[in-house]
């Protein structure tokens, strides 16, 4: 889940579920191969220089400088595409694993980042690692720097747990991207900056009535929130619910409440759901806590 | 010292001197006098509706419903005037508590927060807290909101010690102020945000080499540095001596290193100061650790 409201590019966290599943299987043939997609109903290219989770792949071989491996890539598509929650970071995340487990690389998740964030540009076609991190590592993450990987992990007061409703329609990162603004009127811009800095500082505090001051976008969220039908009512029945921030995770549609316990997220997250169906969008409500795992081997 | 670089309008911290001092006495003729003002070589109104020290002090009588005490306020001006040294604030906060204390009142500093800043607002025309905030109480603050005065100390990582530079020239804030750009071009909002989120984390986990990483300008200072002559040699100076940052002290003309420890201070505050000489401006050097504890009564 990217951007976290507040972090816009910056900061992404990571949930227990949905998530992709990705089979490695070693070949004869050199070389990545997609032998089979499921979940994605034909939306995504089989070709690995395409596929995020093959380019991941391509970039491990090179890195090992193994041209002599084959391995073939079985993608299971569990999470929503063009949902807002970083589905094509978290196939190339399970890939890259999954492959490194499979040639018994040794290499740990945080050696393996740079991999899986080659595959993930791929798709959003930038460098923004606010899903790769936490796809891959878990946590909750603060992403200072793309090019050198400059990533710090926050601290989770006891009891976090986050509701995230993902309505039946479909938002284009890219699309989503080219709606913002090229500027942000300055005063906007230190308020937003209090309100980032609260944030850290409130989560390292566990002060929750601080962290929901502070969760609050008002540079990208009034930009994208046409794009989703019903959002401020969604956003209303969250917070009335007792949510301590509701935004857009990633470029929606998917909206996400940030909450002080799992029985808060659970009302705030069927709350949620009926303001979506007032509005005529089915969704499916995930509640989970923050996944401190990132992505397993089963 | 208001910004602290990465913080504009935000954030600021208290260093041990220069400091002003108040003298409060009681008189018989109810309402506020200032009888004396020293150091400020003519430059500031005597008239108590007119002055931060002044208006601070008339709030706090207004607060207590006291119409009959007199308070005459002599102000000794030890701290330079628009050096972007928060000097302003510091009267104002020296003269609240002073008021206070004669008064009998048994407010904390906390409580008398709002008159100090009603106070300051006379100077700086706006209702950022960074300089009063830090002045009052010490320490290095977060200021999310100036209305309702949500405030936070930030942790302070053993060692931290501050240079300040101060060249003999003076910067009017407002001055400073009318030269910022209206807005903030999007990709250097999102990398600012990155970079002070990184900062509030790098100080509570005591992790300087993020503090360092982090403590970067590219919104306010550019646009103030043509205002100092030889700002950014004296930065490179700062830099080379190993300072974790360097930046411009509220709206100049001070210059600030943000140091590891007391040496390291100490050689990057003679660097600097050498800089500035190279551009024909002598300057005075401040070495201090964050002051913890703002105002005090002596």
Redesign the interface.
């Known amino acids: 889940m990217g951007n976290i409201g507040i972090?816009?590019?910056?900061?992404g966290l990571a949930i227990e579920q949905p998530g992709d599943e990705v089979i490695a299987r070693k070949s004869n043939t050199p070389g990545v191969r997609i032998t089979k997609i499921t979940g994605a109903q034909g939306k995504l290219p089989v070709e690995p220089h395409l596929n995020t989770a093959g380019v991941a792949v391509q970039r491990l071989l090179a890195h090992l400088d193994d041209a002599s491996s084959g391995i073939e890539l079985e993608i299971h598509k569990k999470m929503p595409i063009n949902s807002g929650l970083g589905s094509s970071a978290a196939s190339a995340a399970a890939a890259t694993l999954a492959a490194s487990e499979l040639l018994r690389t040794g290499m740990s998740k945080r050696d393996l980042l740079p991999f899986a964030w080659e595959g993930e540009k791929i798709a959003s076609g930038g460098r923004q690692g606010d899903n790769i991190v936490p796809s891959l590592l878990g946590g909750i993450n603060?992403?200072?720097?793309n090019e050198t990987m400059?990533i710090?992990r926050?601290h989770v007061p006891r009891g976090i747990y986050i509701a995230v409703v993902h309505p039946q329609m479909e938002i284009g990162t890219r699309e989503a991207r080219a709606l913002?603004?090229?500027?942000?009127?300055?005063d906007v811009?230190?308020q937003?900056?209090?309100?980032?800095?609260?944030?850290?500082?409130g989560m390292?505090k566990g002060d929750l009535g601080?962290v929901g001051?502070?969760l609050k976008d008002e540079?990208v969220e009034p930009q994208r929130a046409a794009l989703i039908p019903g959002f401020y009512q969604v956003k209303e029945a969250a917070l009335t619910e007792g949510a301590l921030g509701c935004s857009i995770s990633g470029a929606g549609p998917s909206v996400f409440a940030f909450c002080a316990n799992s029985l808060s997220a659970e009302n705030a997250g069927n709350a949620m759901q009926k303001a979506f169906a007032q509005h005529g969008l089915e969704s499916k409500l995930y509640l989970s806590p923050i996944n401190q795992e990132g992505a397993v081997i089963c």
Chains 1, 2 share one sequence.
């Open positions: 972090g816009f590019d910056i900061m603060l992403i200072r720097d400059d710090h926050l913002l603004s090229a500027t942000v009127p300055m811009h230190v937003h900056n209090a309100n980032l800095a609260a944030f850290v500082l390292f601080l001051r502070s540079v």
